[in-house]
Nanobody
Framework: QVQLVESGGGLVQPGGSLRLSCAASGFTLDYYAIGWFRQAPGKEREGVSCISSSDGSTYYADSVKGRFTISRDNAKNTVYLQMNSLKPEDTAVYYC???????????????WGQGTQVTVSS
């Protein structure tokens, strides 16, 4: 059974950092792309970052470039999202998802985790 479990969310002050983890089970992460998405209250789910399976290419939304870093540890079947210099507008539920091709489009992914809350506030 394919399962993705996010962890690492929490409350952080502006300028702080968090590292989100997306642990996969039921399949081998090596062969699939992983995307991180977020959804703030009253807003649509949006792509934050994704990483390909083939060559590890990474992609970022303009709003997080230079602050967030996506990485994967295939040995642990886990993908990470390191978030630095967090801003209040980064507050959202963060989801990871897996699919065939690395894309920032919600419809490009087949399986989703349950999400983890990130709140940036003083």
């Amino acid at each position: 059974q394919v399962q993705l479990v996010e962890s690492g969310g929490g409350l952080v002050q502006p300028g702080g950092s968090l590292r989100l983890s997306c642990a996969a089970s039921g399949f081998t992460l090596d062969y699939y792309a992983i995307g991180w998405f977020r959804q703030a209250p009253g807003k649509e789910r949006e792509g934050v970052s994704c990483i390909s399976s083939s060559d590890g290419s990474t992609y970022y939304a303009d709003s997080v470039k230079g602050r967030f870093t996506i990485s994967r540890d295939n040995a642990k079947n886990t993908v990470y999202l390191q978030m630095n210099s967090l801003k209040p507008e980064d507050t959202a539920v963060y989801y990871c998802a897996t699919g065939i091709i690395a894309t920032m489009t919600v419809g490009g992914y087949d399986y989703w985790g349950q999400g983890t809350q990130v709140t940036v506030s003083s």
